[in-house]
């Protein structure tokens, strides 16, 4: 596959990001691969990268069940909704598009501080709802985040809950998309074997994160990253209807 040393500063990148911050891989991932191709390659790319942190994150936590219980709801409403959008890959200007707006909307609901809570009682229509709107922007753009994240912090879990929500939340919508895309015919044995690549700059990335983590200010350093994916997310909106 052309542009191998490309695809591996920009996993390695992701990487760094992901262990800074706890998420971001495939949200800067796919910001940056598309840039060089479509993203329905760059979504295949994540899967094994993905999976792999992701699952890690999930399992480092605490008790996985309890957790999986109150958010079982919303794991298949990300599912069926992944699943039901997988058309849109099909359609790489509109996929551009919802990539390049989800980054301007992600970017300016953190910069903007924008919180809300939601009631416990809501919780029984809302999770699956929020689960099948991640799906389906995650069959359009291969990102994961939204409006999953913004959704596990409005529902009052403590900070070591919400990381190993956020990880169970991006393994199952990885999971999801690699089924997704397989049913399309869309992983391709390159792209595949490529994704198994992607894996070690990735973790080797994650570790550089977490060492960095350690000396910088993370709040100086997500400011900008979400500098990032606003410039990035301006540049894609445009570039898709242009």
Same mark, same amino acid.
């Given at each position: 596959?052309?542009?191998?040393?490309?695809?591996?500063?920009?996993?390695?990148?992701?990487?760094?990001?992901?262990?800074?911050?706890?998420?971001?891989?495939?949200?800067?991932?796919?910001?940056?691969?598309?840039?060089?191709?479509?993203?329905?390659?760059?979504?295949?790319?994540?899967?094994?990268? %993905?999976?792999?942190?992701?699952?890690? /994150?999930?399992?480092?936590?605490?008790?996985?069940? =309890?957790?999986?219980?109150?958010?079982? =709801?919303?794991?298949?409403?990300?599912?069926?909704?992944?699943?039901?959008?997988?058309?849109?890959?099909?359609? %790489?200007?509109?996929?551009?598009?919802?990539?390049?707006?989800?980054?301007?909307?992600?970017?300016?609901?953190?910069?903007?501080?924008?919180?809300?809570?939601?009631?416990?009682?809501?919780?029984?229509?809302?999770?699956?709802?929020?689960?099948?709107?991640?799906?389906?922007?995650?069959?359009?753009?291969?990102? @994961?985040?939204? =409006?999953?994240? =913004?959704?596990?912090?409005?529902?009052?879990?403590?900070?070591?809950?919400?990381? /190993?929500?956020?990880?169970?939340?991006?393994?199952? %919508?990885?999971?999801?998309?690699?089924? %997704?895309?397989?049913?399309?015919?869309?992983?391709?044995?390159?792209?595949?074997?490529?994704? @198994?690549?992607?894996?070690?700059?990735?973790?080797?990335?994650?570790?550089?994160?977490?060492?960095?983590?350690?000396?910088?200010?993370?709040?100086?350093?997500?400011?900008?990253?979400?500098?990032?994916?606003?410039?990035?997310?301006?540049?894609?909106?445009?570039?898709?209807?242009?």
């Amino acid at each position: 596959m052309e542009n191998l040393i490309y695809i591996i500063f920009v996993f390695a990148l992701a990487g760094i990001v992901k262990g800074v911050t706890g998420l971001g891989l495939p949200t800067l991932s796919m910001a940056l691969l598309t840039l060089v191709m479509s993203p329905m390659q760059a979504a295949g790319l994540l899967i094994v990268p %993905s999976l792999l942190t992701n699952g890690w /994150q999930l399992l480092a936590g605490g008790p996985v069940y =309890p957790l999986w219980e109150r958010l079982r =709801p919303m794991m298949l409403g990300i599912c069926l909704g992944t699943l039901a959008g997988g058309l849109l890959l099909r359609h %790489s200007g509109m996929a551009t598009a919802t990539l390049g707006l989800a980054l301007v909307a992600y970017a300016l609901m953190n910069i903007c501080s924008v919180q809300w809570k939601v009631a416990e009682h809501d919780e029984h229509w809302l999770s699956p709802l929020t689960g099948a709107m991640t799906g389906v922007l995650c069959s359009a753009t291969g990102v @994961f985040v939204l =409006p999953a994240v =913004p959704y596990l912090q409005a529902i009052g879990l403590r900070k070591d809950q919400l990381v /190993q929500a956020m990880g169970m939340a991006f393994t199952v %919508s990885t999971m999801a998309l690699a089924v %997704s895309l397989a049913a399309q015919d869309a992983w391709q044995p390159e792209l595949a074997g490529m994704s @198994f690549v992607a894996q070690l700059p990735a973790l080797a990335g994650m570790w550089a994160g977490q060492r960095i983590r350690r000396r910088m200010d993370p709040l100086l350093f997500r400011k900008c990253l979400l500098a990032v994916f606003l410039l990035t997310g301006v540049y894609l909106t445009i570039k898709s209807f242009t």
